[in-house]
């Protein structure tokens, strides 16, 4: 538990940044999904958005399948998915902050009643069942994924499908590449981060087939290693002095994020989702 009170104080920490950047008249992101943008293949600007299409690639689901994004954030994904293909949406986040704004969004658009968020933990035991649980960058944060993935998978309907979309360091790293994702694992509070091959072991271990699963990386956007450089320099000196004082949150987050895209660039993390199904 104590990691997961570190997770909500460090998501907590940053909605507080961001409210502050709203109220100066920059656009907040509660009704905006807080992963990555990605190139469109099929063309078009690169959105968040893009990723909820790909997702929905190849994945079989019921009519009105109940769903169950396994840390949420504002619910911005279930929102943009949920008027598309019906059925009874659940996210859950560790934040408050989050789950409140998040409902306000869902009331905001008529989706009262078929989307809701939660404050709960994905390690939680869940109620119900679901034929299809998600989680976007938000299972790396898990201190234990074997006990995450199996805990989800006891959720699942017969034939549900967990789909894990994430950042997947790959393995026989060098020891400056060992450094680099660790330097990235603290910033951004994931002590595990498994490989793909990691994800596997706990999808088997849970009893959970492979369905299928597809490299994101090429779609990423990462900026040169030139530009992030001195940046990632600038970071690392703020987020020192501001540790000691407690406010070194959006430092370390800001370096984490740079410390993964100069990681995406080289090929050393790559972003992958991958699918598995109960038997």
Request: aromatic share 6%; charged share 20%.
């Amino acid at each position: 538990m104590t990691h997961a009170r570190e997770v909500a104080k460090y998501y907590r920490w940053l909605d507080r940044l961001e409210w502050m950047r709203q109220m100066r008249g920059r656009t907040g992101n509660a009704a905006q999904p807080v992963h990555r943008a990605l190139r469109n293949p099929d063309g078009g600007e690169p959105s968040p958005l893009v990723l909820h299409r790909l997702m929905l690639n190849g994945l079989a689901l019921p009519p009105s399948p109940r769903v169950l994004d396994a840390g949420c954030g504002y619910g911005a994904s279930m929102l943009d998915m949920a008027p598309e293909l019906g059925g009874d949406w659940l996210g859950i986040s560790l934040s408050e902050v989050q789950v409140k704004r998040g409902m306000e969004e869902v009331a905001a658009r008529g989706l009262a009643g078929r989307v809701r968020l939660a404050v709960a933990s994905y390690d939680a035991p869940l109620t119900g069942a679901f034929d299809w649980i998600f989680g976007i960058e938000s299972l790396i944060h898990s201190p234990d994924p074997m006990a995450t993935i199996h805990n989800l998978a006891q959720a699942l309907a017969p034939g549900g499908a967990l789909m894990v979309v994430d950042d997947m360091p790959e393995e026989g790293l060098s020891p400056q590449q060992a450094a680099d994702v660790a330097l990235f694992k603290r910033c951004w509070r994931c002590p595990v981060a498994p490989s793909r091959a990691g994800w596997l072991r706990a999808f088997a271990a849970a009893g959970l087939v492979l369905s299928h699963e597809t490299d994101f990386t090429a779609l990423t956007i990462p900026r040169p290693a030139a530009e992030l450089a001195p940046m990632m320099a600038a970071r690392a000196r703020q987020a020192r002095w501001k540790r000691l004082l407690g406010l070194g949150y959006r430092s370390e987050a800001d370096l984490g994020g740079m410390m993964l895209e100069t990681l995406l660039a080289s090929g050393v993390i790559r972003y992958r989702m991958l699918v598995a199904r109960r038997a």
